[in-house]
């Protein structure tokens, strides 16, 4: 099965700058996460899309978070302005056609300054 | 609010031991329960238990749910100091598909 390619791979800004993570699910998966993994957590999820549209983005904090899928394909998150709190991972995730299983990309590490 | 608890939250152990990692959660809407291994990068897909008491296996690993007790166990047997991770658990409910993880159990095989 197909990859997810993510990127940049590692990201350090200041507070308060802004910063924007890539996503692109090579095999062109309908279903699409953003998770948050922050040191010594799970991941959590951030938000969900299916094709374009927006499934589920309760827990992210929207006043600073913001995530676009165009044309259901490849999809960006983006923080303005960014926290010292937002230093984590973030995996892009894809829904398996097999046995609808998660698979992960290999994430954008943010340090925020 | 949706749990998945881990245990231990870390474990170090010597090559050729047998470790035994515990989740259990509280789901509403119960679908499945995953079991993902992270090294230092994404983590990666080991199983998904859907049916109480059916083991999956895959080499050295094993697990099985427990649906009634919501619990599962992921076995290691003879560890390889290759099996050093954070192996996470995660839980699927019906619906919008969320996946809510676990804080990760970090396993530590020394030569």
Known sequence: ?????????????????????????????????????????????????????????????????????????????????????DSAVYLCACRGKVYNEQFFGPGTRLTVL | EDKVVQSPLSLVVHEGDTVTLNCSYEVTNF???LWYKQEKKAPTFLFMLTSSGIEKKSGRLSSILDKKELFSILNITATQTGDSAIYLCAVLNTGFQKLVFGTGTRLLVSP
Not at chain 1, 59 to 85: C, M, N
Request: glycine share 6%.
């Open chain 2, 31 to 33: 679908r499945s329960l």
């Open chain 1, 1 to 85: 099965e197909a990859g997810v390619a993510q990127s940049p791979r590692y990201k350090i800004i200041e507070k308060r700058q802004s910063v924007a993570f890539w996503c692109n699910p090579i095999s062109g998966h309908a279903t699409l996460y953003w998770y948050q993994q922050i040191l010594g957590q799970g991941p959590k999820l951030l938000i969900q899309f299916q094709n374009n549209g927006v499934v589920d983005d309760s827990q992210l904090p929207k006043d600073r978070f913001s995530a676009e899928r165009l044309k259901g394909v490849d999809s960006t998150l983006k923080i303005q302005p960014a926290k010292l709190e």
